[in-house]
Structure formats: structure tokens, C-alpha cells
């Protein structure tokens, strides 16, 4: 005997995607330590300069957890450093060091 079954149809609209609250006092500081401007962030993690700016502007902010997961691999930083759960760390705070390689394959 063959059971048939019903696949329920959820608007696209009701899914909600897991949001994060960042600090984004440390997000702004992590940045202009290491020498990232605004729009090259922006445009590496796939948001809008102004988007940036006004997240930067407020004490926290809710982001996508893949917006944010995308911040901390621009930033070379744990997601849970810009969620506060670990404290910044001296490393976090220097320039990224761009690989020697000249043929193009580390980068």
C-alpha cells in the first residue's frame, strides 16, 4: 500500500531568518584598526554603504546571522567577538596582513 502525502506551501514571507545582535561599537573599532574602509566592507559582505554607516551609528544592531557571519570572515574575526561574546583581543585590533604571494594562489 502506497501513502500519499501532503507538502504544506510556506510563504516565503513568513520565514524569518535567525537574527544576531551585534556591538557595533566593535565592529566600527575592529574596522578602522584594520584599515578596512566603509564601502570595501560593505561590498565584501554583500550590504549597501549607507546600510554599514547606520549599523555602525547605533549602540546595537540586529543583523542576519549571514550577514554577520559574513562581517567576521571580512573582518577575520569570531562572530562572537561582534556579538559581545568575547571581548576584542588585541590581535583583532591590527591591520590584516596581506599574504607575500605574488602568483595569486594564497589570496
Known sequence: MIR???????PLE?????EL???T????????ARKIGRPKLAKQVGISERQLAKTEKSETAKLSSNTVSRLS?????????????FPVAERDLQPIKKPKCTTGCCS
Open 25 to 32: 561599537g566593535q565592529l566600527k573599532s575592529i574596522r578602522v
Open 14 to 18: 513568513s520565514i524569518k531568518m535567525a
Open 73 to 85: 570572515e571580512a573582518l577575520q574575526i569570531s562572530t562572537m567577538t561582534l556579538t559581545g561574546e
Open 4 to 10: 500519499k502525502t501532503r507538502l504544506m506551501t510556506i
Open 21 to 23: 545582535q551585534i556591538k
